[in-house]
């Protein structure tokens, strides 16, 4: 039988004494709840990553679908960034407080929080850069961005957003088993330490990255990358080409 690798953290919270077990719990269930909703939009999104294998098109009618849903005010205040700023405020709580102390030492648990490293640093330049534009100066953040910002610094860009699908999806899949168990629930064992979990990762990271190369052009014609609002807007900030 496979080791589990998702237990509970719940039970690392007892190293501590009665005040602290208990605000590290408290600290936990917040963590697992905001976790929880914000992963909703980010399946979502990446999903939308996805798409772009379909055609420009597919990709550019799914965006203005899921928009309704995550650029509504209330969306985007209660499902995205509340809970985004109140996960990431949790974890850098817990941080400071124990640091890695006592902090499950296996493998899944590590690229847990590997990746939430990785993400809290990366996401606020992420949502300036995407989200700045269409509400500073009314920039259309559509299929052509992606495909300028590849155009524009391809080696940093390919990587970036590779990076970034593999952290989040990694940090959202693996943190919803995190959460259930939180909250009680049980996990399937192929899903706690067997191979499904890695073949579901691998599985959707791959789709995410063949969208990404269509932004390109290496899966079909796209539109000329320059020909955009976001491009026009960002060589006009950056002096680039
Ligand atoms: C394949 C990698 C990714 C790509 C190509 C990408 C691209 C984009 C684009 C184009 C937008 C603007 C959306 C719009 O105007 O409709 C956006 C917004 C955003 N992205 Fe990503 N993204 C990626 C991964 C991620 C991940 C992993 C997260 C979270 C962990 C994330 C969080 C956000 C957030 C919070 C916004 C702002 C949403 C809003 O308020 O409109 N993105 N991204």
């Given at each position: 039988m496979p080791d589990p690798e998702?237990?509970?953290?719940?039970?690392?919270?007892?190293?501590?004494d009665a005040g602290s077990a208990r605000s590290e719990r408290r600290l936990l269930r917040v963590q697992a709840i905001s976790g929880s909703i914000f992963l909703l939009f980010t399946l979502v999104h990446l999903a939308n990553t996805g798409i772009a294998a379909l055609g420009v098109e597919a990709y550019s009618d799914y965006q203005h679908a899921a928009r309704r849903f995550y650029q509504h005010p209330l969306g985007e205040l209660g499902l995205m960034a509340a809970p985004l700023v109140v996960h990431a405020g949790a974890a850098i709580a817990r941080l400071r407080r124990s640091?890695?102390?006592?902090?499950?030492?296996?493998l899944r648990s590590r690229l847990h929080r590997l990746s939430g490293y990785f993400l809290l640093v990366v996401i606020g330049g992420h949502v300036a850069a995407t989200r700045g534009p269409s509400l500073l100066a009314g920039v259309d953040v559509g299929f052509g961005a992606i495909s300028y910002t590849f155009l524009w610094m391809p080696y940093w860009f390919y990587p970036y957003y590779t990076a970034l699908a593999l952290a989040g999806l990694y940090h959202g899949l693996n943190g919803a088993l995190v959460a259930a168990s939180v909250f009680g629930l049980r996990v399937p064992q192929a899903l706690r330490g067997g191979p499904a979990f890695w073949l579901a990762w691998a599985g959707a990271a791959g789709a995410v990255v063949i969208g990404l190369l269509a932004f390109g052009g290496a899966l079909y014609a796209v539109p000329?990358?320059?020909?955009n609002d976001y491009a026009r807007f960002m060589i006009e900030l950056t002096g680039g080409r």
């Open positions: 998702i237990r509970s953290p719940l039970p690392i919270a007892r190293s501590l640091g890695l102390r006592g902090r499950n030492r296996r000329d990358p320059r020909a």
